[in-house]
């Protein structure tokens, strides 16, 4: 049940065998098959409604509407869970990205600012680090560190994050300049204690030896790595 005054991503898909799905805050909420016959037709598009029924103009939509898309295709899980998450936040508010996917903290990095489009709103201090073109080639995009002590961004009272043994998920799109040396860690992200033994999470790119390089995420104590090496002056989501 979609809630009053509150905003819900929905998405229909229709993939092949006549298999319809539909998607509630970029979660798979039904699935169903239907026949041809209920399809549109080439002859039958010719009009094109929001917020009002193609086949009965008594049915209205009340409320707003915002960031209508259609596809050629049918999008998959993964990329209907993004669209969710991805909601502009001024057009959808705070409240919607932490609803819809239990997203806590986004930082696009788009403008010299660095606001957190997530639901809790955790702004981070920027050191020293500058802005960069970003992953589409929009400026600024990105935000260029250069892995020096002063070149990185914080945030000191970020409460309301994962602790403990609370599951999490931490990711980001990266660009390595270089690889890291032997020994070397590139820390992507990490929030919790600045004693190593407290540390609630940390996700890492790091080379334990010569040729070997690893992503690793830390939680409280343990860790799992995946022998992986990234692509210079490319962007890898991790």
Request: glycine share 12%; aromatic share 8%; proline share 4%.
């Amino acid at each position: 049940t979609a809630a009053a005054n509150t905003w819900t991503h929905a998405t229909m898909v229709c993939r092949g065998s006549n298999i319809w799905s539909l998607y509630i805050n970029g979660h798979l909420a039904a699935r169903g098959d239907g026949s041809a016959t209920q399809r549109p037709n080439a002859n039958a598009i010719t009009q094109v409604f929001v917020g009002r029924g193609a086949g009965a103009i008594t049915e209205f939509f009340t409320g707003a509407i915002s960031d209508l898309r259609l596809y050629a295709r049918a999008l998959s899980d993964a990329e209907i869970n993004q669209l969710a998450q991805d909601a502009d936040e001024n057009l959808v508010g705070k409240s919607y990205n932490r609803r819809a996917t239990e997203l806590l903290s986004h930082y696009e990095f788009d403008s010299l600012g660095t606001g957190d489009y997530g639901g809790l709103g955790h702004a981070v201090t920027n050191s020293s680090a500058g802005p960069v073109d970003g992953k589409e080639g929009d400026y600024p995009g990105a935000v260029g560190l250069d892995g020096t002590s002063g070149s990185f961004l914080e945030q000191t009272a970020a409460i309301g994050l994962p602790t403990g043994a609370q599951p999490r998920t931490l990711c980001a799109f990266v660009k390595p300049n270089r690889q890291p040396a032997v020994g070397g860690r590139y820390p992507i992200v990490s929030f919790g204690s600045t004693s190593t033994l407290f540390k609630s999470s940390e996700l890492v790119y790091y080379s334990p030896g010569s040729g070997d390089y690893r992503i690793s995420m830390t939680k409280i104590g343990d860790s799992v790595d995946a022998a992986v090496t990234l692509p210079i002056r490319s962007w890898t989501q991790v």
